[in-house]
């Protein structure tokens, strides 16, 4: 196979690993396998690269060529990412790697999510035990993948994931859901939370259009195979002005939320700020981001939030029940808690859908560690 004697010395590289869950493909042709981390479920021949940029097929085996390989690794406040119900005022050491599964046209991150190794794939090198080293250093309580799709450097996720639980950390993941339910199978144990982030409201021509994705469908599957095996699901949907901000297709996220993993699932509406190659757009007007809460809530939803709007009045949390405000946030800080210490409302006695206790942060962030 041509493939092997041209990769040899990418073989020698510490960062390039046996890729996990894939399958050889006779059917396509001689040396074509399969890969089965993502939905997009690609057919890649000996030499070539999956959609993602960072899984070639070498000699017949299909590799990751990012394991270690990273573009970034920060310690970030939790509220971040956003998980804003699960262990509430906790420290995170955040990696990235590069590489992306989506071509987001409006990405934050296009710099590490859209390099390739031909445009000069990029990182610094630290083994999953550095990485969990690195995060009990600076005092973090928990770990997350985020910044470009964290399914495509799987193999890394998976074994600094495993680390981290030795260590008493737990593991977060931010996604845009396309990852498959047997990937999620095989984090068994190992993930406690995602954060599942839809664009333009699920809106498949938004999808097709400004994110070539054929179909987001499959993300709902996950969810469900996220749910079943006990992960804390926070869903965001971003709302790009003028051609992702339709309502009825945030109406029928909202219910699909509710009905599937529940009313009082944390729900993000994220305002959209120009980049990459849609500059030309404006910020998301602030009345779009309210029109649409209002639709959420209509269908059900009891936490809905609108994310990137400093000072706005839906950055904090509501008593479901009495409407008292237990949460008062100002960005990614909360400033002032006033839930009991079992995550009560102090007016009504209602408990609140949040996992964990709050614990205060006694220091400012985000900060880059390298
Ligand atoms: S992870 Fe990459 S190679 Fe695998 S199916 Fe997804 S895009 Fe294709």
Redesign the pocket.
Known sequence: MSGLRMDDSLLKKPHVKPARIWREAPERGEGWVK????H???Y?APGKY???GV?KNIGGRLYTLVYGLLTAMNLDPIEKKPLLHFNPGSVVLSISTAGC?FYCQFCQNFEISQSRLEKGLYGFFREPEDIVLTALKHGADGMTYTYNEP??FFELLQDTARIAKKYGLFNTMVTNGYITPEAVDELEGLMDAATVDFKGGGDPEFYRKIMFVPDPEPIFESMLAMKEKGWWIEVTNLVVPQIGDKPEYVRKLARWVVENLGPETPFHLLRFHPDYKLRHLPHTPVKTLENLAKIAMEEGLKHVYIGNVWGHPLEDTYCPRCGYKVVDREGFAIVDWRLTSDNRCPKCGYKLNIKGRYKPRSFHLPVPVF
Do not use: P, Q, V
């Open positions: 890969c089965d981390l993502c997009r479920r690609c890649i999956g959609a993602c899984r599964n399914t495509i």
